[in-house]
């Protein structure tokens, strides 16, 4: 022990502190995975990954378009790109990639509002987008409202690095979690009560983990509220293109010109092509400000986490195709869709309840009937043996500082049919054999 603290005091308090969350239960069921994978064939006992809200339902239709575009990769077909692009290390990035993901975010939003290339600012993935956009707008010590539950990540996100604060704006069970003004307020006032500096709201639209969208009135009060506050409203979007059909989804964009008197320097959107496309790989990450001492600020510290500019040339390509682009955004909610049925249909069957979603590659999972107490170590006792007996890595409510426990996320867009058919059976079998019965409801 002693050795390991004199090899801590060579390290900064940043690198060593908590701020990081590893230490979460929400990494510890990841850890379990990857001791123990599940394989339909070489390991069919084992661990089924469903803490990871990855998007991986329409890869087939991303192959079948690179084999037909193969210019756009590093390939006999694009060698002759190749040594522009290479060298290109320019952070505004590739105006190209700036001009597609612009158009493409404006298709996401139902082209109701458009978006300016020169406000694009790249990043390491949405990490690196909220990271930055912290920076930017809070000192060590200030706090970002945060609506819980919230994305586990935000921890690590927001104040690992930056020492910025959050404090948790609590929703409630008995309206489905839904955010309002009045929750806001409550969690502001508190705040300046302990003197903490509010500099801002930050929204997740739509949910992690509730796989919801904000409506239209519940985002205007909110954008409201910010202007009356002189505080700034940072929108995580990037589960825009996620929602289900007909798309509920509202941007923060669109709200903005609908608010009368709103300040444009105070609306900040977060973006990443990780969910929307399934290319979490590619790290990239999105910074749009419509302030524009942010976007240059931001593109000053993008250095730091610059996409590479051969990721930047293949989704060019790949964005500027309109055809493929329609075609993948509607299969991709349709998949999304049926996945979230089959699952939630199947839940059903055994009475699990869950908070109805309309996007997302996950949903809210309610097993507080399942608790022995009502309390999170219950909770805690409860995620242990899913995850260890029941081989299912679902991720705890209390990992995402919901106030109440009892829930858990489910992701589902991580894993093929086969897998997700084996991962409804364990969980409906555990549910029949804790409550006592024996088979489904018809």
Known sequence: MAVKNRKQQLLSGIATNDGHGENSPYFHGWDAYERNRFHPTQNPNGVIQMGLAENQLCFDLMEKWIKENPKAICTPEGVNEFKGIALFDDY???MGFREAVAKFMGKVRGNRVTFDPERIVMSGG??????????CLADPGDAFLVPSPYDPGFDRDLGWRTRA????????????FRLTR???????EKALESNINVKGLLLTNPSNPLGT????????ALVTFVNEKNIHLVCDEIYSATTFTPSRFVSVAEVMQEVEHCNP????????????????????GIVYSYNDAVVSCARKMSSFGLVSSQSQHFLAALLSDEEFIDNFLSESSKRLENRYRFLTEGLEKVGVSYVESDAGLFFWMDLRPLLMKQTFDAELELWRVIVDDVKLNISPGYSFH???????????????NETVEVALNRIQEFVQTRNGTTEASP
């Open 402 to 416: 919901v106030s109440e426990p009892g829930w858990f996320r489910v992701c589902f867009a991580n894993m093929d």
């Open 213 to 220: 969208t904000l409506e239209r009135e519940t985002l205007k």
């Open 126 to 135: 949405a990490t690196g987008a909220n990271e930055t956009i912290m920076f």
């Open 265 to 284: 320097d105070l609306i900040h959107i977060i973006y990443s092509l990780s969910k929307d496309l399934g290319l979490p790989g590619f790290r990239v």
């Open 165 to 176: 604060q959050i404090v948790p704006v609590n929703c409630s069970s008995s309206n489905d």
């Open 182 to 188: 009045a929750a806001v307020q409550e969690a502001y």
């Open 92 to 94: 505004h990035g590739l």
